[in-house]
């Protein structure tokens, strides 16, 4: 079992940055995948940045360019740093951890979500 804890959502200006974080209760070596979906009110889920545990990175067309996402394993931790944000990028993101391995080598599918946390981007 995975929990995740977030932390550095907020209110912003267009144009301004914030910088996400996912601090998991066990090593992310571990875990297959971390990353963020958002949610805004009215619209789908989306996938917004993924990362390997062998650093393998992907963030969607939608935020190429403005969006990076990094892994710490040291602090078991991924961050999402946003820069450039623009007001469709208000949402509540979630951090997500997938694919892990227990101790004994047996490997779990299981999707773990953290609390959410919301970025509010004005104009």
């Known amino acids: 079992q995975v929990q995740l804890v977030e932390a550095g959502g907020g209110l912003v200006q267009a144009g301004g940055s914030l910088r996400l974080s996912c601090a998991a209760s066990r090593s992310i070596l571990s875990i297959d995948n971390m990353g963020w979906y958002r949610q805004a009110p009215g619209l789908q889920r989306e996938l917004v940045a993924d990362i390997t545990s062998r650093d393998s990175a992907y963030v969607a067309d939608s935020v190429k360019g403005r969006f990076t996402i990094s892994r710490d394993n040291a602090a078991n931790t991924v961050y999402l740093e946003m820069n450039s944000l623009k007001p469709e990028d208000t949402a509540v993101y979630y951090c997500?951890?997938?694919?892990?391995?227990?101790?004994?080598?047996?490997?779990?599918?299981?999707?773990?979500w953290g609390q959410g946390t919301q970025v509010t981007v004005s104009s």
């Open positions: 997500y951890a997938a694919g892990t391995y227990a101790p004994d080598g047996s490997f779990s599918e299981q999707y773990y």
